[in-house]
Antibody
Framework: QVQLVESGGGVVQPGRSLRLSCEAS????????FHWVRQAPGKGLEWVAV????????YYADSVKGRFTISRDNSKNTLYLQMNTLRTEDTAVYYC?????????????WGQGTLVTVSS | EIVLTQSPGTLSVSPGEKATLSCRAS???????IAWYQQKPGQPPRLLMY???TRATGIPDRFSGSGSGTDFTLTISRLEPEDFAVYHC????????FGQGTKLEIK
């Protein structure tokens, strides 16, 4: 069955960095694009970034552009989100979600999420 | 950026009744790239509907979607106890956005 398992969350001070991972199984990883979507405590969903199946195309929300980097290792079936210069407003549960293309198709499977808390 | 505004923020409905949730886009979506997700506490979103009106795999037919342009609706007929959750609308065009969510609670 399709599984997406995020890891790497935790408590970090403002200005520091963190790298999230999302390990995929149960489907052909290289056939899918992937998104990161976050949800601040008690708030709605916010799209963060997307990467194409081959990793060559990447797009970001303005709120994270220049600070976050999405990447993937197709040999390890793993998606990453490198988060630098973290701010308190980045505190959220971060979900990885798969899609068949970059845009124009909604994500059908989501991981359980990993909590990132940015606090001094 | 396309802003999605969901209404109401909270909807109180009795089991067995019908619920109607609204999602309004700040600009027209000619491709109808609107999806609806259901989210329960501590769980990730679950895809219910895409293309405004197509049910995702395994979604019961009491869920239906409609709309075009800027106004979209999710209707749940004959509410079951497991339907009480938060519902998010989502436009999945070239700069994806989500609505702020509608909480469907038991009346």
């Amino acid at each position: 069955q399709v599984q997406l398992v995020e890891s790497g969350g935790g408590v970090v001070q403002p200005g520091r960095s963190l790298r999230l991972s999302c390990e995929a199984s149960g489907f052909t990883f290289i056939r899918h694009a992937f998104h990161w979507v976050r949800q601040a405590p008690g708030k709605g969903l916010e799209w963060v970034a997307v990467i194409s199946d081959d990793g060559n195309s990447k797009y970001y929300a303005d709120s994270v552009k220049g600070r976050f980097t999405i990447s993937r290792d197709n040999s390890k079936n793993t998606l990453y989100l490198q988060m630098n210069t973290l701010r308190t407003e980045d505190t959220a549960v971060y979900y990885c979600a798969r899609a068949f293309t970059l845009f124009g198709v909604p994500s059908d499977y989501w991981g359980q999420g990993t909590l990132v808390t940015v606090s001094s | 950026e396309i802003v999605l505004t969901q209404s109401p923020g909270t909807l109180s409905v009795s089991p067995g009744e019908k619920a109607t949730l609204s999602c309004r886009a700040s600009q027209s979506l000619p491709t109808n790239y609107i999806a609806w997700y259901q989210q329960k506490p501590g769980q990730p979103p679950r895809l219910l509907m895409y293309g405004a009106s197509t049910r995702a795999t395994g979604i019961p037919d009491r869920f239906s979607g409609s709309g075009s342009g800027t106004d979209f609706t999710l209707t749940i007929s004959r509410l079951e106890p497991e339907d009480f959750a938060v519902y998010h609308c989502h436009q999945y065009g070239s700069s994806p956005t989500f609505g702020q969510g509608t909480k469907l609670e038991i009346k």
